[in-house]
């Protein structure tokens, strides 16, 4: 099998970050998040779900079992549909301000430890 070759500089770094309990159970992370933000949006659990391409049995056992995890309610549910607790969007914004910091720093370890040693292996095959 040939191997694929890529232009210079086309190599990057990719993490994900979640929060898990104890039990090793995911609390919090991408999908979760992505469950808040379309309710928040769109100001229904079944909206959400369809835009997810989720059904609302697996969308609502998510919400639920986030917050049983966390010991606190994120769904505020009116006659008109669902919006977030205070928690769940104070949730939201420290989730997000982590996954930015962790997505920087694993750019720069990135950029400083490993990238010039794939890339200056490359010019090496190349020679």
Do not use: H
């Not at 998040?33 to 989720?54: C, F, K, P, T």
């Not at 969308?59 to 769904?75: F, N, S, V, Y």
């Not at 928690?87 to 939201?92: G, H, K, N, T």
Request: aromatic share 6%; hydrophobic share 40%.
């Amino acid at each position: 099998m040939q191997r694929q070759e890529n232009s210079p500089g086309s190599f990057s770094v990719r993490s994900k970050v979640w929060i898990e309990d104890a039990n090793g159970q995911v609390v919090f992370g991408s999908g979760r998040y992505r469950i808040l933000d379309a309710v928040q949006r769109l100001g229904s659990l079944m909206a959400a779900a369809r835009e997810l391409n989720m059904s609302y049995k697996a969308l609502w056992a998510r919400i639920t079992a986030t917050e049983r995890r966390l010991g606190i309610p994120l769904l505020i549910k009116e006659s008109t549909g669902s919006r977030l607790t205070p928690e769940a969007e104070d949730l939201m914004k420290r989730f997000r301000r982590v996954n930015t910091l962790v997505i920087s720093e694993c750019d720069e370890v990135f950029a400083t430890v490993i990238k010039d040693a794939l890339e200056g292996d490359r010019q090496n095959d190349a020679d």
